[in-house]
């Protein structure tokens, strides 16, 4: 099994110099962020020489007039329901689609297709007259709701596909022992399905998080502002600062590049575990 | 075989479909109304001005220009986006998650891929733009290199004949991690032992790409296929920060003529008519993705 | 059959305690949270006290020897004003912000920084449901702001603003069935071809003062070692090319043209306008003297470091640069106008501090602006009140310099028409920069959408 192949090392060269070709534009914005704008700009953001410094971030975070922890803060309180709450909730329906029959079953998937299809700009209107009535305009949990229900249909989806794939013997077997649907769901399908629960969660988050046009319809004043708002509020009508706003951008991409990075070795941990038991 | 009590299926499901009708199906439904709301009571109005509309800026079929380059109006360039981006991206995520396996480092790789997910949008359309640039941009000087000294040595995003292109190359950069992350989870759940077996009974690697991994992954495919069509779309950040639909309407979008209606033109009727055809086009895939789901129930 | 229904009960139920038990995590989260928030608040809140105190203080040394302040508002009240600037502009702003606090300290401010863009997206909707985001809001576009007031969403300042006290044809940007919605605020101004002095000297370069010794500087600059081209492109997303394009009409064509492709009187198609466009621009983009168009702010840096040596730049282009002392302008030669873009302020009828908002809107439209132009801000005065001494110095000489040639200054035409006809003529012009043989079609397309030209 071990043999190092001329392919294998080919492999490995192609792929990575795929990864670097592909990190370039990034490494391009860390370097504005701790470089100034104008070296950068006409000599190229590759020179090794020249000024580097974290003045940017230490403005984007700790100026008043940015206030990025604030936002920081906000965006968890927004991200993190509105990842767990359509989980969980995708997951119970798109169990209940592979595992029962019903009379109008595949229009209601359809209907979950078409739901995925609508663009977020068109249905602000009637979405903020709603939310007014309900005094939850300008609201951490009306934002939380909304980004919730936008993310049932294509998790629902997601979780569907998954379903399938999975034998339906543990299942059967369950049912022989005399458990319910109820407990073959939570204690063993879910369990089961962690690769794919984490894969959607972090697919989801990093949705939510990197949302920036529902947040900009619904959270109004300043201190809700979530962390993407903060970015965009660097940017001014007449001025834009380079340097904080890679600075701003590069922390905003951390926490959901952090959580993928760190969520791998679950996936795969998931994964073995599934192989012991199957 | 599915399980027979219908109860069950309400009972898993209801939860999740309450969500969806107070924030999803209600506010759907108070697009659609707008959308036939004209001056003098309900009709077709703002759907027929829409399709007619001869603006190259806000025109959803522009053939006066045909064979020439674009602008060929923004419902045939979100046509062209998902003929190049869709298999491009598909293909690059599949190969890439297949050959993950045997890549040292794998997981950063990964990660990388992964940064086209995260990049918040009014920075992505930036970064495609300076990745552009004649003088620093990435592509640009690549073929300056090569020795090239056309359009293609020069800022692809302000031709009309580069610049819906150029994008669509852009979006590959941004949505390639999505693939790779799902294919990726869902390579996962192949078992090693099935590969095992076959590379014993003597399958070469593409053999048992073609013939083991990519059946095995197809629910993960076709889930794929679909978030990107329609992710092509509904394309809209990275256009609206980098060409604005320009030039000369050469990389205009759907979703960009629905927002220049919404934010310029103030229009919300029309607006949403744009946003329901854009919606009704999603049914193509989306009949197709019935119907396989479909398929492999029966089969 | 009735276990069933049972059962469609219990998942109803179920679905409920769910969303409750959700509900009840977050609020949970929230409290938290919120406690948190508290503290920080009661941190910033013993900050902000001392800083008052401070400018108390300092504005106690201020008075003495001045004259009683004026009408106070009986109770504390905040106002909050959006406005387009952020980083170095807000800055700039807030200088204006802390005069106002100072003359009326019962009054205070709150400043968000909202791009035009957005703001567009925004108001409507919240309008249409009897709500504001700000008492004071601050944009260039004069053309939203009459949409609004047509929709009945707008304050009447026709009281406030008095039309002859300002400079002429600023208030009739927003003026609309005989009233007047917004106050003007200060202006900049896109005068000419912007360089750098020590350049200018170092290559033996003058200000052209006719249209061929205009044409043989480019040919002379484009023959220096190390420039691309002679004029740097800036693009926005289109805006920088409408400036240089509006500059060359109304040079050629005079102010009045200006005046008449805004209402249509003529139009782009004119064998007058056909002919500036063919004969002047369109030639000197085919010579490759204009560079290709470039992300704006990354042209200033080129530009800055020699690589351009000319660029077309509105005077807020005097706070981006290292030295302002080093850069100068010139118009094209002839030029009888200037385009200067105003900010406008206006009061949204959903403010709940309109007597204290009146009279923020008052004192930016005035006093105000006195403030705003003697900093770095690039900005000139439109209240004829603004005496010329207070502006910035880099500034005065910009502004003498446009009395000296006896220019007028007239609206800018993209942001007067506005709508989605503005961003179509920025992009047409995109268009034409990289395909000077177009200009054709680029008329006939500018023609063909004009609103005004639609009737």
């Given at each position: 099994m071990r043999r190092v192949s001329l392919t294998g090392l080919l492999t490995n060269a192609v792929v990575w110099a795929l990864a670097v070709v592909w990190a370039l534009p990034v490494v391009g914005l860390l370097m504005v962020s701790v470089r100034p704008f104008s070296e950068v700009v006409v000599h190229g953001w590759w020179t090794p020489y020249g000024h580097f410094t974290l003045n940017n971030y230490v403005e984007v975070l700790f100026d008043p007039a940015y206030a990025f922890l604030q936002g920081y803060l906000n965006s968890f309180i927004v991200t993190i329901p509105s990842t767990i709450i359509p989980i969980l909730l995708a997951a119970m329906a798109a169990y209940g689609f592979s595992h029962f029959s019903f009379p109008i079953k595949n229009y209601l998937f359809l209907t979950l297709l078409l739901i995925m299809a609508v663009p977020q700009q068109m249905v602000v209107i009637p979405l903020y007259f709603m939310l007014r009535n309900a005094h939850l305009i300008n609201t951490f949990l009306g934002l939380i709701l909304i980004h919730s229900s936008w993310g049932l249909a294509w998790i629902t989806f997601f979780m569907h596909n998954f379903f399938k794939m999975l034998p339906r013997e543990i299942e059967e077997a369950a049912m022989v022992d005399g458990a319910g649907y109820f407990t073959i769901f939570f204690t063993i399908v879910l369990r089961l399905s962690m690769p794919a629960l984490l894969s959607a969660s972090v697919i989801q988050f990093t949705w939510v998080w990197s949302d920036f046009f529902f947040a900009l319809m619904f959270l109004i004043s300043p201190d809700k502002y979530v962390v993407t708002q903060k970015v965009a509020y660097i940017r001014g009508e007449y001025h834009i600062d380079w340097g904080l706003l890679s600075a701003g951008s590069v922390l905003t991409m951390l926490v959901p590049l952090l959580l993928y990075a760190f969520l791998q070795k679950y996936f795969i941990r998931g994964m073995v575990g599934w192989t012991v038991k199957g | 075989m599915p399980f027979r009590e219908k109860r069950y299926f309400l009972f898993f499901t209801l939860p999740a479909y309450i969500l969806i009708a107070i924030f999803v199906i209600t506010p759907i439904i108070g697009t659609v109304i707008i959308s036939f709301e004209t001056k003098n009571g309900f009709g077709l109005d703002n759907y027929v001005k829409v399709i007619t509309e001869t603006s190259p800026e806000k025109a959803l079929v522009y053939l006066r220009r045909m064979p020439r380059p674009p602008p060929w109006g923004a419902m045939i360039h979100n046509f062209i986006w998902i003929a190049i981006h869709l298999p491009l991206s598909i293909l690059l995520g599949l190969v890439l998650a297949y050959l993950l396996r045997s890549v040292r480092g794998s997981s950063i790789v990964k990660s990388i891929m992964f940064l086209g997910m995260v990049v918040p949008m009014i920075v992505g359309g930036l970064l495609i733009r300076f990745m552009y640039d004649e003088f620093i941009g990435i592509f640009p000087r690549l073929f300056a290199l090569l020795g090239f000294k056309g359009i293609l040595a020069k800022d692809w995003l302000i031709y009309p004949q580069t610049a819906l292109f150029a994008l669509i190359l852009g979006a590959v950069w941004l949505w390639t991690g999505f693939n790779l992350t799902v294919f990726a989870a869902a390579l996962e759940s192949v078992p090693t032992s099935t590969i095992e077996a076959a590379m014993i009974d003597g399958a070469n690697s593409w053999q048992i790409f073609s013939r083991i991994v990519v059946p095995q992954l197809k629910p993960a495919i076709i889930i794929a296929v679909i978030m990107t069509v329609l992710w092509d779309l509904k394309i809209f950040d990275i256009v609206y920060v980098s060409t604005f639909g320009g030039p000369g309407g050469a990389s205009n979008v759907l979703a960009l003529v629905m927002y220049l209606y919404f934010?310029?033109?103030?229009d919300y009727g029309r607006s949403a008519a744009v946003s329901i055809i854009l919606a009704l086009l999603t049914l193509i895939p989306g009949i197709w993705f019935i119907r396989e789901v479909r398929k492999s129930e029966k089969g | 059959m009735s276990s069933q229904g049972g059962l469609l009960k219990a998942a109803i139920a179920l679905s409920l305690i769910a969303l409750l038990v959700s509900l009840a995590a977050i609020a949970l989260l929230y409290s938290q949270i919120g406690a948190l928030e508290a503290k920080i608040n009661t941190l910033n809140g013993k900050i902000s006290e001392l800083e008052s105190k401070v400018g108390a203080l300092e504005q106690r040394v201020g008075e003495l020897g001045k004259p009683a302040p004026t009408p106070q508002p009986q109770e504390q009240v905040e106002l909050v004003v959006i406005g387009p600037w952020s980083g170095k502009s807000a800055e700039y702003f807030s200088k204006v912000i802390q005069e106002f606090e100072k003359k009326y300290p019962n009054i205070k401010i709150k400043y968000l920084t909202k791009r035009a863009e957005d703001l567009a997206q925004i108001l409507p909707v919240q309008f249409e449901s009897g709500l504001t985001p700000a008492d004071v809001i601050i944009t260039p576009w004069a053309w939203f702001i009459v949409k609004m007031a047509q929709k009945g969403y707008v304050e009447d300042v026709s009281s406030y603003v008095k039309e002859d006290e300002y400079i002429g044809g600023v208030v009739n940007n927003v003026k609309w069935d005989g009233k007047i919605w917004g106050a003007p605020f200060t202006m900049w101004l896109k005068p000419g071809f912007w360089y750098r002095k020590s350049f200018f000297k170092k290559h033996g370069l003058q200000e052209p003062q006719t249209w061929d010794e205009f044409v043989a500087l480019l040919k002379k600059i484009k023959q220096i070692p190390g420039i691309k081209n002679p004029i740097v492109t800036g693009d926005g997303v289109g805006w920088p090319e409408s400036d240089i394009t509006e500059h060359f009409l109304i040079t050629f064509g005079g102010p009045q043209l200006q005046y008449d492709l805004i209402s249509c009187k003529k139009k782009f198609t004119d064998p007058e306008v056909e002919a500036i466009f063919k004969e002047k621009l369109v030639p000197l983009i085919k010579e490759g003297y204009f560079s290709e168009p470039m992300e704006w702010t990354s042209a200033v840096e080129r530009w800055w470091a020699g690589e351009y040596a000319l660029y077309f730049m509105g005077t807020w282009i005097a706070g981006r640069v290292q030295d302002p002392t080093d850069i100068d302008f010139f118009p094209?030669?002839?030029?009888k106008a200037v385009v200067g873009g105003t900010d406008y302020a206006f009061i949204p009828k959903f403010t709940k501090h309109k007597e204290a908002a009146i009279i923020f809107l008052k004192y930016i439209a005035t006093e105000g602006q006195a403030v705003h132009v003697s900093g770095p801000a690039g900005k000139i005065p439109t209240w004829k009140g603004v005496s010329v001494d207070v502006i910035w110095t880099p500034m005065k000489s910009v502004y003498n310099k446009i009395k000296e040639r006896n220019m007028k200054i007239v609206p800018d035409l993209d942001d007067t028409v506005g709508g989605d006809w503005q961003t179509l003529f920025w992009d047409q012009l995109k268009l034409l920069w990289v395909q000077p043989d177009q200009v054709d079609s680029v008329l006939q397309t500018l023609t063909e959408q004009h609103p005004a030209c639609k009737g």
């Open positions: - | 934010a310029r033109a103030l | 094209l030669p002839g030029c």
